[in-house]
């Protein structure tokens, strides 16, 4: 296979991933390039080619189409083709930044190193100063970690689940506590450190990420978030990502039951209340099995149990007030308060012009002391059918359905 075909392989042109993505897909040369349109930290969009340095692997993930005694063709591309492939799609003003992974094929700290020399090439060689995420291997050693920090924009550690003995379920090689987690708490303080001596571009200047693979191992949303909230709370994560699981043809956990969309939906609504919205992990309404409601967005189950903080009088109410009222963002709350200064707010279609969802939260508002709707929704819409964003087979990819998060 040429490099083209290769590259092409090992982009998440092969997964149909569905997060971030904008419509539209680029082509270059005579192949797809994995080039998507994502939003960056900070605001704003920009167009990322998101690739694997090769799908050989010899560890045994559950879930992956690519573990060790999987079916799939391996190819690989070497550091020099990478940082070739990506120059050329830059300077063809096709892509603007880099998302870089790879399978673990033998040795961690070589298949780290191959990486870290893709980078190293792109930053020194060729002067590429934009936006490169770099996900570190299970298995990278202390020094890979801080050298990665030096050359990427972003780090990212996939811990995959909330404990031990989770993790060791998921994949026997992986160790949460005695590698995933002292990794992504080092990149993150390295990150941390160089933000608070107010030179941020020395070390991972977007911070850390991580992902989880959710819902196959019985974990709860009350360990995952936890967690989440512990390593956010110290400043060490700027956010994660939660992976429903899926069954991928191949595997061997592809006899395993999918995990609904909406449970995958309602963690990142929930991280978003712990990073955005003030919101103390205690806060959080989990059921009787550790898991967050499905058919109830998290702010809103907060908000029933607590009647006495409502409605909010919507003229006068502080921002923090504002962003505890369900259907209420940051930026609906900041054009509330800029725009209810100077102009006469009269009713709900004012408030939805700034972006003020009165139907989901109707019930919680006031406006000028007349609460704007006299029930809670009793259930809400349903966003996705529960497995609905889910394929009715087992998936058939050559890369892992979450390797670009
Ligand atoms: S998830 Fe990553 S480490 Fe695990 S088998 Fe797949 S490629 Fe290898």
Same mark, same amino acid.
């Given at each position: ?47 990322? /080619? ?64 191959? /990486? ?167 806060? @959080? ?28 009088? @919507? ?20 054009? @509330? ?43 809400? @819409? ?24």
């Amino acid at each position: 296979m040429d490099r083209h075909q290769r590259f092409a392989l090992l982009t998440e042109e092969a997964t149909g991933d569905r997060e971030h993505g904008l419509p539209g897909r680029p082509r270059f040369n005579e192949g797809p390039v994995g080039i998507r349109k994502v939003r960056l930290p900070g605001g704003g969009v920009t167009k990322l /080619m998101r690739v694997m340095q090769t799908n050989a692997c010899s560890l045994s993930c559950g879930y992956c189409p690519t573990f060790c005694g999987g079916k799939v063709r391996r190819v690989v591309l070497s550091p020099e083709e990478t940082a070739r492939t990506f120059m050329e799609a830059h300077r063809a003003g096709m892509a603007e930044g880099l998302f870089l992974t790879s399978g673990v094929p033998g040795r961690p700290q070589r298949a780290m190193d191959r /990486m870290l020399a893709t980078v190293d090439l792109l930053r020194r060689r060729e002067g590429f100063r934009g936006y490169v995420h770099l996900k570190m291997l299970p298995g990278a050693d202390e020094g890979q970690v801080r050298a990665a920090a030096q050359l990427a924009s972003r780090l990212s550690v996939n811990l995959e689940g909330p404990s031990d003995a989770v993790v060791r379920r998921l994949a026997r090689e992986k160790d949460l506590s005695g590698d995933l987690l002292p990794k992504l708490e080092l990149a993150g303080r390295l990150s941390r450190e160089a933000r608070l001596e107010g030179r941020p571009e020395l070390a991972a200047p977007s911070g850390t990420t991580t992902q989880f693979v959710v819902g196959s191992q019985g974990e709860s949303d009350r360990d995952l978030l936890g967690l989440v909230s512990r390593l956010e709370g110290k400043g060490l994560l700027h956010h994660a990502h939660f992976s429903a699981f899926q069954p991928v043809a191949g595997t061997p956990m592809e006899g395993l039951p999918p995990t609904p969309a909406a449970r995958e939906f309602r963690l990142y609504q929930a991280e978003h209340l712990l990073r955005q919205y003030a919101f103390r992990f205690e806060e @959080l309404v989990f059921g009787s099995n550790g898991n967050l409601e499905l058919d109830q967005d998290p702010k809103t189950a907060w908000a029933v149990g607590h009647p006495e903080r409502f409605p909010v009088e @919507l003229l006068k109410a502080s921002r923090e007030e504002l962003l505890r009222v369900p259907g209420i963002g940051p930026r609906a709350a900041d054009r @509330l308060i800029a725009t209810r200064r100077g102009t006469v707010l009269r009713g709900a279609d004012d408030l939805r012009r700034l972006g003020v969802d009165v139907t989901r939260g109707g019930h919680f508002m006031a406006l000028g002391g007349k609460r704007l709707a006299p029930r809670a929704p009793a259930q809400q @819409l349903r966003l996705f059918m529960p497995g609905g964003h889910l394929p009715s087979v087992v998936w058939n990819t050559p890369v892992p359905p979450c390797a670009y998060r």
